[in-house]
């Protein structure tokens, strides 16, 4: 990686207490003269139809010549996801300056290029908590506070704010949730009014709705379409163009019922295919003239298509001369989203290294022969987690990858277990433990700090975003990440423990990562093994498909090498 990419980070000041601070923001700048251009996209009939996918894809054809910033609207009460179930929402998606978000800010960094903030995702929590702030102070000089005009005026002036202080060429505004829902009413009726606030030659509408396939008439069906532009139809918003959620492309008599309908033009009409990559939506989107369309609407030009793009697209979509297997070895399996970051940063590799990577799904929780799980199996992963349910399983995981020399990357939760085991297995400390599992276990060598055990208040983990490391010259990391230095981003409370640190690097263990004060250890490794690997922080976040991970190009290079 380039000295860009390992200087985002900031070295904490005081201890590791400190909140990291937000990433210098670009340095581009929209031409004075030039109104920033919106385009706002929601959903209909049902969630989960991928509005941020096609949301980022739409960008991702305008990112190469303009600054597109991402705003994403979620109607929860919560002020963001970091305390929500992930088999319930998905991956908490962290960012640099800390902020918890939700997953769709993963396709927004990887598909537009961008680095974003905390303050570019709105939820009702703290649209809330910052109305009643205000009328505490006295803000409203009395007044009624009222969802219209207060709330509203809120949300666009936060929305203005933002595109202001990026020096956003367009905003990328996406509502979450499906029109209809009470929770994103105040959302809708703000872009609603957007078009009189910024002109109308500045705003438009996509909107994303599902067209089924019901079984026992095996034909396409548009009424979901129609009842879903209707609603948002009877709140004011006309979409300018609509996305076809589909299983097959639309033939042209659907698309002419869609249009005529909904009141747009056929060609105005989207299929948004299934596709084995989300990163072939860009394209698919251009060949069917959506770059067209926004020419249109906001009256501005493009480049020439991105053709690394699409050249990476294009292989992964391909046939691979080779394959491997990766298992994933986690609690939260029951839904893949949980560890959406993780599997992008292997279909990044595919790209990378011209191969298909398979995935099994190994649940912790249960009882396994590990000898009958891992035939055929040729890497494993150790993603992030919380407590103790599955602590039990990811250890024998990690004994059985140390024993049979198999390759092996522990993502912060994966790289606690893995110190678990050594310390159990080499160093012969029976019971090692965290002592986020056992409290009273006679050597913690994974413990809270003593300055992190004065946070209590949920949401309020120690260590949530980009922090430095140094790495050691010679080691596996160092030679991946090709610096003395990395950044990458963290959300954890406990830490390997100092007491043990030399106990465990007697024994073999290699720190080839520390904070800059030495204190904290960031990556491990074990020499001895072709690749075993561990990290505290989160690099599947910063992947990306034109600049993979580092440790997971190294992990699917060592898989390969067998």
Known sequence: MGEDEISCGHAPKGGVSERPRASTKATAKRESDRPVKWIVVTGGVLSGLGKGVAAASIGNLLATKYRVIPIKCDGYLNVDPGTMNPIEHGEVFVLDDGGEVDMDFGHYERFLGVTCRFE????????????????????????????????????????????????????????????????????????????????????????????????????????????????LRERGIFPDAILARCHQPLDERLKEKIATFC???????????????????PIKFAEQGMTRIVDEELHINHLEENKEWRALTERMSAKHPRSITVAIAGKYTKLEDSYASVIEALRHCEAAFDVKIDLKWIEVSDHHDLEREMKGVDGVIVPGGFGSRGVEGKIDMVRYCREHDVPYLGLCYGLQMAVIEFARNVCGLAGANTTEVDGQTKYPVVDILPEQKKITKKGGTMRLGAYPAVLKEGTTVHALYGSDEASERHRHRYEVNPAYHQVLEEHGLVFSGVSPDGTLVEFIENPELRYFVGTQAHPELKSSLLKPAPLFYGLVKACLKQ
């Open 263 to 281: 009141d747009v033009t056929k060609e105005r009409v989207i299929s948004a295919v299934d596709v084995d990559s989300v990163y072939c939506i």
């Open 120 to 231: 570019w995702n709105l939820t009702m929590g703290k649209v809330y908590e910052r109305i009643r702030e205000a009328e505490r102070r006295g803000d409203y000089l009395g007044k009624t506070v009222q969802l219209i005009p207060h709330v509203t005026d809120l949300i666009k002036d936060w929305w203005k704010r933002i595109a202001e202080e990026e020096g956003a060429d367009v905003i990328l505004l996406e509502i979450g949730g499906t029109v209809g829902d009470i929770e994103n009413e105040l959302y809708i009726e703000a872009a609603r009014q957007m078009k009189r606030d910024v002109g109308e030659e500045n705003i438009m509408y996509v909107h994303l709705t599902y067209v089924p396939v019901p079984e026992h008439v095996n034909e396409p069906k548009s009424k979901p379409t129609q009842q879903s532009v209707t609603l």
